[in-house]
């Protein structure tokens, strides 16, 4: 089963109809980077109207501050390379931690450091504005059992991210209206297309 995170959620109402509409994580920018970007709070409020699990996806910062504000969130997304020191720092956390990887055979060595580490989940995404290769993503995909895929995925596309079997499939900009408005038939597109892949198969 390929799960589905429908991520950059900034209303309660977008919060509850993801849910509603079947995805299993709700994601939430905490970083002001982000033209979706939330408040920290905003995970507490969410989670009195989802039983879904609530993914926090910081960007910038120190990681102890990051960890701190994120801890009302059942996930910390971690959206950025990270050092070895920063690694070495986060194996020192029991968190539930995901660790994005640019799909791009550059960070092949980054990759093997983030997997061998701990017991991260792992989100494939683009390298800056290079695509995702998908290559290197279905390798990576069949050697770690926790690694979801985002990175410009939307209804047209999405069925050649499912052909690489992620654990899940992680989505933002495809599924709005505008920024920071999810499109209820975009997303209800997405599960249908998700749905139909896995009964299939
Ligand atoms: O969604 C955002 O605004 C965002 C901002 C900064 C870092 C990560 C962000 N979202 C994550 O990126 C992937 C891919 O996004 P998209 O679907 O290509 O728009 C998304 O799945 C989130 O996990």
């Known amino acids: ?3 589905v995170k429908f991520c950059g959620i900034s209303s309660v109402e977008d919060a509850i109809l993801a849910e509603k509409l079947g995805a299993d994580f709700i994601g939430v920018v905490s970083d002001t980077v982000s033209p979706r970007y939330v408040k920290n709070e905003f995970v507490k409020i969410v989670k009195r109207y989802v039983t879904k699990p609530v993914v926090t996806v910081k960007v910038k910062g120190e990681l102890g501050k990051i960890l701190e ?7 910390i997304q971690i959206h950025r390379v990270l050092t070895d020191e920063e690694l070495q720092y986060l194996n020192s956390f029991r968190r539930n931690i995901i ?3 640019p799909a791009s055979g550059k960070f092949e060595t980054y990759f093997r450091k983030v997997v061998s580490s701990s017991n991260y989940m792992v989100l494939l995404d683009k390298d800056n504005e290079n695509k995702v290769d998908l290559y290197v993503a279905k390798k990576w995909i069949n050697e770690y059992s926790k690694v979801g895929i985002g990175g410009g995925i939307k209804p047209e596309n999405v069925r050649d991210f499912l052909s690489l079997n ?3 499939i992680d989505i ?3 599924i709005e209206l505008y920024k920071g408005k999810k499109d209820p038939s975009k997303m209800s597109l997405i599960i249908k ?3 139909e892949w896995t009964s299939i198969r």
């Open 1 to 3: 089963m390929i799960r």
């Open 69 to 75: 504000e994120g801890k009302e969130a059942d996930f």
């Open 99 to 101: 660790l994005y990887v």
């Open 166 to 168: 992620p654990y899940w």
């Open 172 to 174: 933002s900009s495809g």
């Open 193 to 195: 297309e998700v749905r």
